[in-house]
């Protein structure tokens, strides 16, 4: 597997992170393992990829395509708020590089059947960690229309927040 072909948007994340052999690194939002195959390919032999998504789907995907490099890679289902606590289990005080791709992946627009698309017809789940107890079809249904407004206003920046919660 090489990522010599990677997009521009990756090649640059790995210059600004300075992958360097033997050295560690985490990936905090690990989705389809673009960047972290990148880092891992630039970290061996010696060097430590700690992956982390609360995707469960991205965790079985990251297994898939950093295969080659399984004896370079930690994998965690988890949040990365808890990123002090996973490298406190590692034994490990201090790494070289942080990354974090906030947003939503290919595969949870695509095909994660959870209602992150637009274009396809799906139940309106939108957890990026099917642990969490709610969906968002139950906080829609469950808050009221004045709620639902602010949210759509102060998260969402939508100017016609009132009207699309009626």
């Given at each position: 597997m090489?990522y ?17 052999p033997?050295k560690i690194y985490?990936?905090?939002t690990?989705g389809?393992?673009?960047h ?13 990829l700690?992956?982390i ?9 990251a297994?898939n395509v950093l295969k080659?490099y399984?004896?370079n890679?930690?994998?965690f289902?988890?949040?990365?708020i808890?990123l002090?606590?996973?490298?406190s ?14 947003g ?5 627009l ?5 209602g992150?698309?637009?274009k ?6 939108m957890r ?5 107890d ?10 009221g229309?004045?709620?639902l ?9 939508e ?8």
């Amino acid at each position: 597997m090489s990522y010599k072909h990677i997009p521009v948007m990756p090649a640059e994340v790995l210059e600004c992170l300075n992958c360097r052999p033997g050295k560690i690194y985490v990936d905090c939002t690990l989705g389809g393992s673009g960047h972290a195959g990148g880092i891992a390919e630039k970290i061996i032999p010696d060097g430590l990829l700690i992956g982390i998504d609360q995707d469960k789907n991205a965790i079985k995907n990251a297994e898939n395509v950093l295969k080659p490099y399984e004896q370079n890679i930690r994998l965690f289902h988890d949040n990365f708020i808890n990123l002090p606590k996973i490298l406190s289990q590692l034994n490990i005080t201090a790494v070289d590089g942080i990354l974090l791709d906030l947003g939503l992946s290919f595969h949870q627009l695509d095909g994660s059947g959870r209602g992150f698309s637009f274009k396809k017809d799906e139940p309106l789940d939108m957890r990026m960690d099917i642990r969490s107890d709610k969906t968002a079809a139950d906080i829609i249904n469950g808050m009221g229309e004045k709620d639902l407004a602010k949210i759509f206003r102060e998260y969402g920046e939508e100017r016609w927040a009132r009207q699309i919660a009626a």
